[in-house]
């Protein structure tokens, strides 16, 4: 069982930035890959971005590549995503998702899911 915790949401102005947190928590949380995705209203939710917590590996949605980083704290055992020159269009809400070992394009590959945090760039 892994429960998920995310922060950092908010009202930004377009080419801003917002640091979102998604605290991890459970006794095999090591295994996980971990998945940040968004959903705007009236559209399905979409991968952002993904790392795994045994190398750190990133991956990242085309629209998000070069904006938007992933990175995870062993230590806190937290996993970040910092968002930069943000648009508009990047407002939704944003979960953090947590699935064994591989990161996953595809929501309903992952098991465990965080509240969300709204984030809602103005222009």
Excluded: H
Aim: with cysteine; hydrophobic share 35%.
């Amino acid at each position: 069982q892994v429960q998920l915790v995310e922060s950092g949401g908010g009202l930004v102005q377009a080419g801003g930035s917002l640091r979102l947190s998604c605290a991890a928590s459970g006794p095999t949380v090591r295994r996980y890959a971990m998945g940040w995705f968004r959903q705007a209203p009236g559209k399905e939710r979409e991968f952002v971005a993904g790392v795994r917590w045994s190398d750190g590996l990133p991956d990242y949605a085309d629209s998000v590549k070069g904006r938007f980083t992933i990175s995870r704290d062993n230590t806190k055992n937290t996993v970040y995503l910092q968002m930069n020159s943000l648009k508009p269009e990047d407002t939704a809400v944003y979960y953090c998702a947590a699935r064994l070992y591989y990161i996953s394009l595809a929501a309903g590959a992952y098991n465990y899911w965080g509240q969300g945090t709204q984030v809602t760039v103005s222009s």
